[in-house]
T-cell receptor
C-alpha cells in the first residue's frame, strides 16, 4: 500500500533560521509529490510539486524542495523562516489513477 | 487566494437537523472532492466526483450525501449527524481524476451538538 511518512511531528525554529522538513514515500516508481501548508483555521495551500525533471523545485513563499530517488525522499527547505510560516505542513503523493496519500503532517512553530 | 470557494465557513447543527455544505470552483476542473479533517490529522478522502459522476465513495455513512449539480458545484448534504462528525470539511478540485494537482478550498468548520 502507498504510504507517506513525515518523521518530525513538531519542529521549532527561531525566526530567521533555516528550515528543513522531511518526507519519505514508499513506492516502486516515483509518484507525483507535493507539499501543502495549512495555517490555523485555514484550508490547504499548495507550496510546490514535483512531477519529473529537475530534482530541485521552487515553490511559493520562498520554499523549495529536493527530490532524491535513492532515498525516496522529498525534503522541503526555506533559508530564512518568518513568523508567518508557523503552520502545519503536509507532504503528499499521488500516482496515476490513484488517490492522494497524505503524510501525518509536521507542525512548525517559530520563535521570535 | 484559493479558487475553490466553500460556504458556510462555520456551521453549528443539531443531531436532528438537515443542512448542506456548498463548494464552487471556476477553474474548469472536472474532478471534485470532499475531504474530512479532524484536528491535528491529515485530510481523509470521503467522495470523488469525476465529470459530475460519483466515482469514489470511501465507505462514508449515508448521513453524508454528496451531490454534483454541474461541473462547477459540489454539495454535501448532512442529516442526522453525530457529535463525532464535527470536523473541518474540505472541498477540492483537480483538472482530472488521478495524477493531477488538487486545489483545496478554505473549508467549512462543522460542529454537531
Amino acid at each position: 500500500a502507498q504510504s507517506v511518512t513525515q518523521p518530525d511531528i513538531h519542529i521549532t525554529v527561531s525566526e530567521g533560521a533555516s528550515l528543513e522538513l522531511r518526507c519519505n514515500y514508499s513506492y516502486g516508481a516515483t509518484p507525483y509529490l507535493f507539499w501543502y501548508v495549512q495555517s490555523p483555521g485555514q484550508g490547504l495551500q499548495l507550496l510546490l510539486k514535483y512531477f519529473s525533471g529537475d530534482t530541485l523545485v521552487q515553490g511559493i513563499k520562498g520554499f523549495e524542495a529536493e527530490f532524491k530517488r535513492s532515498q525516496s525522499s522529498f525534503t522541503l527547505r526555506k533559508p530564512s523562516v518568518h513568523w508567518s510560516d508557523a503552520a502545519e505542513y503536509f507532504c503528499a503523493s499521488r500516482r496515476d489513477g490513484q488517490n492522494f496519500v497524505f503524510g501525518p503532517g509536521t507542525r512548525l512553530s517559530v520563535l521570535p | 487566494d484559493t479558487e475553490v470557494t466553500q460556504t458556510p465557513k462555520h456551521l453549528v447543527m443539531g443531531m436532528t437537523n438537515k443542512k448542506s455544505l456548498k463548494c464552487e470552483q471556476h477553474m474548469g476542473h472536472r474532478a471534485m472532492y470532499w475531504y474530512k479533517q479532524k484536528a491535528k490529522k491529515p485530510p481523509e478522502l470521503m467522495f470523488v466526483y469525476s465529470y459530475e459522476k460519483l466515482s469514489i465513495n470511501e465507505s462514508v455513512p449515508s448521513r453524508f450525501s454528496p451531490e454534483c449539480p454541474n461541473s462547477s458545484l459540489l454539495n454535501l448534504h448532512l442529516h442526522a449527524l453525530q457529535p463525532e462528525d464535527s470536523a473541518l470539511y474540505l472541498c477540492a478540485s483537480s483538472q482530472g481524476q488521478g495524477g493531477n494537482t488538487i486545489y483545496f478550498g478554505e473549508g467549512s468548520w462543522l460542529t454537531v451538538v
